[in-house]
């Protein structure tokens, strides 16, 4: 860099520009001062080269360059067009190839962490579970700090860890990154915006982080508001979206006049038209309707109905209720919850409930309501066509491109956190038949009412899905593999590491034994683990190695289900699993295909036809949804139950030879 020369400074005054000291001006060697008009210098100011031509969509051409604008110390880069600020910009680095027009004010103002350290309060609105928003912030991370409240010197020790970082990227100076676009906006005051970032029309935006980058840039739209804030790389803010203290994560989507306040959103949510308040959104948490109120609660995989509602007071001691809603639940439309409540994972909520219901040990149910109760109908989502599309759908749906992941997702619908849930569900089942008696009509559990043909179902369901996943485990473990003795069985079926046994918990998305994540949360307390990206590296490690873990687990059922350890296991015994894994597989497939055939009744052709006959309503229905049996869910179905019947005998063909 280099100061003007005279003659540079001729031209720029002939072309309307002033300084308060030419002297405080910096340039590129090859700095040309023709692309510069009426713009006026102050402070400490660095300019690039001005080379480039942008041409719009529509075709328009417009040199890079700076023309009425006011600057106060600001660094420029190389080909950037700065052009209609309204106000000024003040203390910013604008980077290389970005453009900014029509903006009212650009500025920072005084030290900033640029939404950094800013405390979420979530899940309950007066206090007590705040997360510090941050950039390198994880789903995980703040599933720790929030819920984590009974570990104080840990809660403790992550702020500490928090609050240096936010003090290591602090100061009175904004950056802009290179490649990125703003036009039309408002006021942006505090806010750091990485590359290729695009914002057009944004209201105002204050106190935030955009960090956009070249693998996965983040847009922000029209009338948007935002105070208190980081967007996170792939992140859509746009159409009049309002948004207070929030933190939004990597491929989300909020827009549609969607509003939030203390909330934060993980990986791929969408909000659209609705209201979000102090709730804990985890990854694929989905909310599109105008009347739906998320408040107050842990969601992940969730999608809302139309009208949704949960209350998280009782008008005594105001707003200090919580309620979890486990991951893959659904909610109907118009459906209400009074918290504090816990519903099971993989649930359906339909209907009023105000009995403050623990459900989360029976998952994959239905809560309804029936008159002033609600009803459980356990375990019937297993047979759910809905249920199955979710969990093919989600792994399609990731939007994320940046290399750099920071949630750790697990899309598995059976998994050592389900399956240990369904054993306990049984056993609840079945004490709650001891107890009241087998011929009883009506159990109650939690609050809620089950009735008898219900818990029976719901055994049977939760058997089958248990045989289910105990069979895909050992049949994976001993693909590809010839066993000439029983003892190789044996060895092949050892757990090759020794985490992964007792109790597993879902961390927003992370599936992963709880005495590895108690190992974390003792090294950060002992300050051997210092940093988020180390933290961060520990919960991306669990998840890489899920598959070791969870056999270590599935190792402990499978023992338990023949009653005899491995090192006595026959191949009989395996050769019994795969076939209860083959009933237990084909009647679910059944379940599947017959709860599918629903949508092609003639309840479903309601509508079809308007104007013609039967035949024609017929035609109608399958120009537009398709027949039944060419339908590609129906064809998977037919082919799931082909394909796994052939891997469960050809296992049992190889273990023949030792029977």
């Not at 001005?50 to 529509?58: A, D, G, L, P, R």
Request: hydrophobic letters at 35%; one cysteine or more.
């Amino acid at each position: 860099m280099r100061q003007l020369t005279s003659d540079e400074i001729t031209v720029l005054e002939r072309q309307a520009c002033s300084a308060d000291s030419w002297q405080n001006i910096t340039v590129a060697d090859e700095f040309n001062p023709s692309s510069i008009y009426n713009v006026k210098f102050s402070g400490k100011i660095s300019l690039g080269c001005f080379n480039k031509t942008f041409i719009s969509e529509s075709g328009i051409k417009q040199p890079s360059g700076l023309r009425n604008v006011t600057l106060h110390n600001c660094q420029i880069g190389n080909d950037t067009l700065i052009e209609n600020i309204a106000n000024h910009i003040a203390n910013y680095r604008i980077g290389d190839d970005c453009r900014l027009q029509n903006i009212q004010t650009l500025e920072t103002v005084g030290r900033s962490r640029f939404g950094n350290g800013t405390e979420v309060s979530v899940l309950n609105e007066t206090g007590g579970r705040e997360v510090p928003i941050f950039n390198e912030l994880s789903a995980q991370l703040a599933y720790i700090i929030a819920l984590y409240r009974h570990r104080p010197a840990l809660i403790e020790r992550l702020k500490e860890i928090i609050t240096r970082y936010c003090d290591n990227i602090a100061s009175e100076t904004g950056f802009i990154g290179n490649c990125s676009t703003i036009v039309n906006a408002g006021t942006i005051r505090n806010v750091n915006i990485g590359e290729h970032c695009i914002i057009e029309g944004a209201s105002r935006l204050e106190n935030g982080s955009i960090n956009g980058n070249r693998y996965d840039p983040v847009k922000v739209g029209y009338n948007v508001i935002a105070q208190d804030f980081i967007f996170c790389s792939g992140a859509t803010v746009t159409d009049g979206a309002a948004l207070i203290r929030c933190f939004v994560g990597q491929a989300c989507h909020l827009g549609h006049l969607f509003s939030a306040h203390d909330s934060l959103f993980f990986s791929n949510c969408q909000g659209e038209n609705g209201e979000a308040c102090a709730i804990f959104a985890g990854p694929y948490t989905v909310s599109m309707h105008k009347s739906s109120l998320l408040i107050a609660g842990m969601f992940s995989f969730l999608n809302a109905g139309s009208g949704s509602n949960q209350s998280n007071h009782m008008y005594k001691l105001g707003p200090i209720h919580q309620g979890i809603v486990e991951r893959g639940s659904k909610t109907t439309s118009d459906s209400y919850v009074l918290w504090p409540a816990k519903i099971g994972a993989f649930s359906l909520i339909m209907g009023r409930h105000v009995r403050h219901s623990d459900t989360s040990n029976l998952p994959f149910s239905y809560l309804i309501e029936k008159g002033d109760n609600s009803y459980i109908v356990p375990g019937i989502n297993l047979k759910s066509v809905g249920t199955i599309r979710d969990a093919q759908k989600w792994p399609k749906r990731d939007k994320r491109k940046d290399p750099n992941r920071l949630d750790c997702i697990n899309f598995n619908l059976l998994s050592p956190y389900t399956i240990a849930k369904m054993e306990r569900g049984i056993n609840v089942l079945r004490s709650l038949q001891q107890s009241s008696g087998e011929t009883s009509e009506i159990y109650s559990f939690q609050s809620a009412c089950i009735k008898n043909s219900s818990l029976k179902r719901g055994i049977t369901l939760y058997t089958k899905a248990i045989q289910k996943f105990l069979g895909n485990s050992v049949i994976k473990r001993l693909e590809n593999r010839i066993f000439e003795t029983e003892e190789s069985i044996r060895k092949q079926l050892h757990p090759t590491i020794t985490a992964g046994d007792g109790e597993w918990v879902d961390l927003a998305g992370l599936i992963a034994p709880k005495t590895e994540i108690d190992r974390l949360t003792k090294a950060i307390e002992k300050m051997e683990i210092s940093s988020p990206r180390e933290i961060n590296r520990f919960f991306s490690d669990l998840h890489q190695n899920y598959y070791d873990l969870e056999w270590t687990w599935a190792a402990k059922l499978l023992e338990r289900r023949i009653n005899k350890p491995i090192v006595d296991i026959s191949a009989q015994d395996i050769v019994q699993i795969v076939h209860e894994w083959k009933d237990a597989v084909i009647s679910l497939d059944k379940m599947l295909y017959e709860d599918a055939k629903k949508e092609f009744s003639m309840n479903a052709q309601t509508g079809f036809g308007v104007d013609g006959s039967d035949r024609q309503k017929q035609i109608d229905f399958e120009s537009v949804r398709g027949d039944f049996e060419n339908n590609p869910f129906v064809s998977a179905v037919r082919k799931h139950i082909i394909d796994k019947t052939a891997l469960g005998d050809e296992l049992i063909n190889r273990l023949s030879p030792l029977l």
